[in-house]
């Protein structure tokens, strides 16, 4: 049978099985120690440090972008590695706002401990959306895989009533719940990151079709446009971006309405065009030494990705 009749792609044939076999010690362990890996690992992944970030951020900023910095990593099982996240965020909040970069961060509830419990995540925010509040700065809670959605969620409604203008969150269009969850983040005010969904969910909480996430993202961004809070349209779909710009203007939306989201090192002719039509263009900015999971899922969005790692690991 044809993919094409199945509604599958490529990239949705190779995601679970690079993400499978990216769970592999020995695989994680040739990209971190092999040299011939490294340019795409830098590709897009803006250094390991943060000065490395706050440089390469600069850069963006001088072609007419704002930026999103995100501190790498995800699951930390205590406390102390939780609350050490927390104070690397601040420390990006008040390096941001030093280098006269607009301070935007994106943060995982993991990283703050919410495997171990939601009350040591919610601290670590209530530390950190004061010192937003202060700087002008703007706390993206980033949405992990489907287990966590939920909690999320609730933590950042809980948030969003003593923070309305410092704390918004992502929602991610492959879940058939995305549609409630728009509504309700639309009726609270709550800015929204719309992505079309990067972790390997299973066909009982998601779309698996290419097709039928289009339709969605297409739905829940026409819904954001018209009703959200200054939502970012987060995708490098080219079709995509087209149908939210005609929208846009045949609902008579001006281009400071909403914003355009794109990853580091993902489409950088695509950032500068948008950013050159006026439309405002933010990127997504990572770093940190525990690049490897995110690094996996970018190379599992791409089958040609994939297909180089193969060949350099096969080597």
Same mark, same amino acid.
């Given at each position: 049978?044809?993919?094409?009749?199945?509604?599958?792609?490529?990239?949705?044939?190779?995601?679970?099985?690079? @993400?499978?076999? %990216?769970?592999?010690?020995?695989?994680? $362990?040739?990209?971190?120690?092999?040299?011939?890996?490294? !340019?795409?690992?830098?590709?897009?992944?803006?250094?390991?440090?943060?000065?490395?970030?706050?440089?390469?951020?600069?850069?963006? %900023?001088?072609?007419?972008?704002?930026?999103?910095?995100? @501190?790498?990593?995800?699951?930390?099982?205590?406390? %102390? !590695?939780? $609350?050490? /996240?927390?104070?690397?965020?601040?420390?990006?909040? $008040?390096?941001? %706002?030093?280098?006269?970069?607009?301070?935007?961060?994106?943060?995982?509830?993991?990283?703050?401990g919410l495997d171990i419990g939601d009350d040591l995540a919610i601290a670590g925010l209530q530390r950190l959306l004061p010192i937003a509040r202060e700087l002008g700065a703007f706390v993206r809670i980033d949405m992990e895989g489907s287990a966590y959605t939920a909690r999320t969620l609730a933590i950042v409604e809980q948030l969003h009533e003593r923070f309305p203008d410092?704390?918004?969150?992502?929602?991610?269009? #492959?879940?058939?719940?995305?549609?409630?969850?728009?509504?309700?983040?639309?009726?609270?005010?709550?800015?929204?990151?719309?992505? &079309?969904?990067?972790?390997?969910?299973?066909?009982?909480?998601? =779309?698996?079709? &290419?097709?039928?996430?289009?339709?969605? #993202?297409?739905?829940?961004?026409? $819904?954001?446009?018209?009703?959200?809070?200054?939502?970012?349209?987060?995708?490098?779909? !080219?079709?995509?971006?087209? /149908?939210?710009?005609?929208?846009?203007?045949?609902?008579?939306?001006?281009?400071?309405?909403?914003?355009?989201?794109? @990853? #580091?090192?993902?489409?950088?002719? @695509?950032?500068?065009?948008?950013?050159?039509?006026? #439309?405002?263009?933010?990127?997504?900015?990572?770093?940190?030494?525990?690049? =490897?999971?995110?690094?996996?899922?970018?190379?599992?969005?791409?089958? /040609?990705?994939?297909?180089?790692?193969?060949?350099?690991?096969?080597?």
């Amino acid at each position: 049978m044809h993919l094409k009749s199945k509604g599958l792609t490529m990239q949705a044939i190779f995601r679970p099985i690079v @993400l499978q076999v %990216a769970e592999n010690p020995s695989v994680e $362990r040739f990209f971190h120690v092999n040299r011939s890996t490294r !340019a795409l690992v830098d590709r897009f992944v803006a250094g390991e440090t943060l000065d490395e970030a706050i440089a390469r951020s600069r850069g963006i %900023a001088r072609q007419g972008m704002t930026v999103t910095l995100d @501190l790498l990593g995800e699951n930390v099982d205590d406390e %102390a !590695a939780a $609350r050490a /996240a927390v104070d690397g965020y601040e420390t990006i909040i $008040r390096s941001m %706002a030093a280098a006269g970069l607009q301070p935007n961060i994106s943060v995982k509830l993991t990283m703050l401990g919410l495997d171990i419990g939601d009350d040591l995540a919610i601290a670590g925010l209530q530390r950190l959306l004061p010192i937003a509040r202060e700087l002008g700065a703007f706390v993206r809670i980033d949405m992990e895989g489907s287990a966590y959605t939920a909690r999320t969620l609730a933590i950042v409604e809980q948030l969003h009533e003593r923070f309305p203008d410092e704390v918004g969150t992502v929602i991610q269009s #492959y879940l058939y719940r995305s549609d409630a969850d728009i509504s309700r983040a639309i009726e609270r005010g709550i800015r929204i990151r719309l992505v &079309k969904g990067a972790y390997a969910d299973p066909a009982t909480v998601a =779309y698996q079709k &290419k097709c039928d996430i289009d339709s969605a #993202y297409i739905r829940q961004m026409e $819904r954001l446009l018209d009703g959200g809070r200054y939502p970012a349209i987060a995708t490098h779909d !080219a079709a995509i971006i087209g /149908a939210a710009k005609g929208y846009a203007q045949r609902m008579g939306l001006r281009r400071d309405r909403f914003e355009f989201q794109l @990853l #580091y090192g993902v489409r950088v002719d @695509l950032q500068a065009s948008l950013a050159r039509d006026g #439309y405002p263009m933010r990127v997504y900015v990572p770093y940190g030494t525990e690049w =490897y999971p995110y690094f996996t899922r970018r190379i599992a969005e791409r089958p /040609a990705n994939a297909l180089f790692v193969l060949r350099q690991f096969a080597g």
